[in-house]
């Protein structure tokens, strides 16, 4: 059994899952924060892009309020220097939030950021995705927990959603590899998005993963469910510990 907060996760026994509980093991380190996809203020997030801006030399509008505007930020956060990636993290969650435009939370993210910053060319804080891993599941339910998006870049469903076809090499990646940040979902969805996809392959001529690949890792990546779902709305974000036991 995982336990994250007050939070108690069956994890499967997948490929996935056992993947994802050998890098965490590997790094024994806990996370640096819990949070929701929904709820950032205005202000912060200006002022969050005014340093960013000082630091790194953006050019970013403080208000951004366009597709438009999300991609070119995506696009500087994607070529920024490696060794300040984690001072990047968390506007690049909040980017993602806005992203959404919603009122009410879909799934609660726990993250791994600064945390990891003392491994930087010290040890490998993510896997590739193992040979035998199982397709991405095409439905995920409330409760259900699965791996978070291992790169700066965009999935392709996401590229093709958000219109986002500029310098595609260097944005559009397929979930090829495990990183430590898992979700939790907060609602029933489901991926139909698979014959578009094959049509958005062939119009913008994409060589930089096969169809099959796209497909197999179109979707959620599923490695457990919580065993208490009631107290997902209570979730304690201040109670940062995890820790795993065997059942």
């Known amino acids: 059994m995982l336990q994250v907060s007050n939070i108690k996760i069956k994890l499967m ?6 993947k994802w509980l050998e890098l965490y093991q590997s790094l024994d380190i806990g996370p640096d924060q819990i949070i929701h996809n929904t709820g950032i203020s205005d202000g912060d997030f200006a002022n969050k892009i005014k340093e960013a801006n000082r630091l790194f030399g953006f050019d970013w509008p403080t208000n951004p309020s366009t597709q438009a505007d999300y991609n070119m930020m995506h696009k500087d956060i994607e070529t920024a220097p490696k060794d300040k990636a984690d001072l990047l993290q968390s506007i690049h ?3 993602h939030v ?20 003392q491994f930087y060319k010290k040890k490998p804080i993510s896997i590739d995705m193992p040979d035998d891993a199982e397709s991405f599941k095409k439905s995920i339910n409330h409760g259900d927990v699965y791996l978070g998006y291992p790169h700066v870049g965009k999935s392709p469903e996401v590229c093709m959603l958000q219109n986002d076809i500029s310098d595609l090499p260097q944005t559009c990646r397929i979930h090829n590899k495990i990183v430590c940040d898992i979700l939790i979902s907060l609602s029933n969805q489901n991926c139909n998005t698979d014959d578009d996809l094959l049509s958005w392959y062939e119009v913008n001529k994409i060589t930089m993963f096969t169809k099959e690949e796209m497909l197999k890792y179109n979707g959620w990546a599923k490695i ?13 974000k201040e109670n940062l510990k995890i820790s795993y036991a065997n059942d």
């Open 98 to 117: 806005k992203e959404s435009h919603g009122s009410e939370a879909s799934h609660i993210q726990i993250v791994w950021s600064e945390s990891l910053g």
């Open 13 to 18: 026994d997948n490929a996935l899952a056992r």
């Open 93 to 95: 969650n909040d980017l």
């Open 224 to 236: 457990g469910e919580v065993v208490n779902k009631d107290d997902l709305q209570s979730i304690d």
